[in-house]
């Protein structure tokens, strides 16, 4: 019942309470930024997923480049609608992630790592040397999403002919979101969700009684592509472009980031900490060169008190209180 009623709230706030309070204060500009967190979150909702099963993804810009890539080249040289190309670049990231995980994927954790670190600079550089890319100057102009209806009746409208297409990409993100964290949640407490843990806990134990290893490893990896690769659409529709530099190694690292941030151990860490990073870099702006230092400063300080994520600081207090 109060999970029920906690769920009812959030939607309440992300659906009625944000756009309320946007319109009362005429700060249109926070629709960008919250769509931004929102899609930045179902990216970091993939690394979580690799972390899942004890693995460290530092290569999500990979995919995010890759699925914006794909949604940008479908939309302007095909012309298909930015909706269809929506799945179709999560379905491209993820057999990527499937070719380079089968190899990669067999071997430790360490090497894992280090393989993922360098594939959002190889993504880049084949953005920057492929023709159909267009290589330094990317691909501009892309169009909003179109009309999407069915016998007739509109379910989706044409972005362009809407007086607020802000808050549009704002209801998708959001939604989009929502999705990614349900199937994510969903996940957990399936068959396959518990599966997926027994790899972080004993890989050699999960082996013994036929689990097969490698398969979930793949499977795992490829969920958490797919789910790069959405976002990356999402951003390349928003911002009607994108070049090669549009997600580069930083990004990979602030995905992991938020991750850790939020707290490994809970579904939804990655998205509250997708929140805090994001508005936490932008509030130090301010600082102008000591931005980056106070900045690290803080995220270190963050992780040291709170060694499990921001969502584990109730159980700490209330723990607190109780000796």
Same mark, same amino acid.
Request: glycine share 10%; with cysteine.
């Given at each position: 019942?109060? %999970? ?8 309440? +706030?992300?659906? #009625?309470?944000?756009? $309320? ?16 967190? /929102?899609?930045?979150?179902? $990216? ?5 997923? @690799?972390?899942?099963?004890? !693995?460290?993804? *530092?290569?999500?810009?990979? &995919? ?8 940008? #080249? ?14 179709? +670049? ?5 057999? =990527?992630?499937?070719?380079?995980? =089968?190899?990669?994927? !067999? ?12 594939? @959002?600079?190889?993504? %880049? ?20 999403? $179109? ?34 964290? =349900? ?5 957990? %407490?399936? %068959? ?24 979930? !490893?793949?499977? /795992? &990896? ?7 690769? *959405? ?5 390349v529709v928003i911002s009607q472009s994108i070049y090669p530099s549009s997600f580069q190694v930083a990004d990979s690292v602030n995905f992991m980031l938020n991750c850790f941030l939020g707290g490994l151990g809970f579904v939804f860490g990655p998205?509250l900490g997708t929140l805090v990073l994001y508005f936490g870099w932008s509030l130090l702006f301010a600082a102008a060169k000591y931005q980056m230092l106070i900045y690290s400063t803080l995220l270190i ?7 499990? $994520? ?6 700490? =207090? !209330? ?5």
């Amino acid at each position: 019942m109060i %999970r029920a009623v906690s769920l009812a709230a959030f939607l309440l +706030a992300l659906y #009625i309470g944000v756009p $309320g309070l946007i319109a009362l204060t005429g700060r249109w500009d926070f629709y960008y930024t919250l769509t931004s967190v /929102a899609l930045l979150s179902i $990216g970091s909702a993939g690394v979580w997923l @690799t972390f899942y099963i004890g !693995r460290i993804n *530092i290569g999500q810009g990979a &995919y995010a480049l890759a699925g914006g890539y794909v949604a940008a #080249i479908l939309i302007t040289k095909l012309g298909v609608n930015f909706w269809a190309t929506l799945p179709l +670049a999560g379905l491209f990231c993820a057999g =990527l992630a499937v070719l380079i995980g =089968l190899p990669i994927l !067999r071997l430790r954790g360490v090497y894992f790592s280090m393989v993922t670190l360098v594939l @959002t600079e190889v993504a %880049r550089l084949s953005a920057l040397a492929l023709p159909i890319t267009n290589g330094a100057r990317g691909i501009t102009s892309i169009p909003l999403p $179109g009309e999407v209806s069915v016998f007739g009746l509109v379910l989706i409208p044409d972005f362009a002919t809407l007086e607020n297409p802000k808050l549009a990409f704002y209801l998708m993100a959001v939604t989009l979101m929502c999705l990614a964290y =349900l199937v994510l949640w969903r996940l957990t %407490r399936s %068959r396959l969700g518990h599966l997926f843990r027994s790899l972080q806990q004993n890989e050699d134990l999960a082996a013994s009684i036929g689990v097969n290893i490698a398969l979930l !490893r793949v499977l /795992a &990896y490829a969920m958490s592509s797919f789910m790069g690769g *959405i976002a990356g659409a999402g951003f390349v529709v928003i911002s009607q472009s994108i070049y090669p530099s549009s997600f580069q190694v930083a990004d990979s690292v602030n995905f992991m980031l938020n991750c850790f941030l939020g707290g490994l151990g809970f579904v939804f860490g990655p998205m509250l900490g997708t929140l805090v990073l994001y508005f936490g870099w932008s509030l130090l702006f301010a600082a102008a060169k000591y931005q980056m230092l106070i900045y690290s400063t803080l995220l270190i300080a963050a992780m040291l008190v709170v060694p499990n $994520g921001l969502l584990s600081l109730p159980a700490m =207090l !209330r723990g607190k209180g109780g000796k």
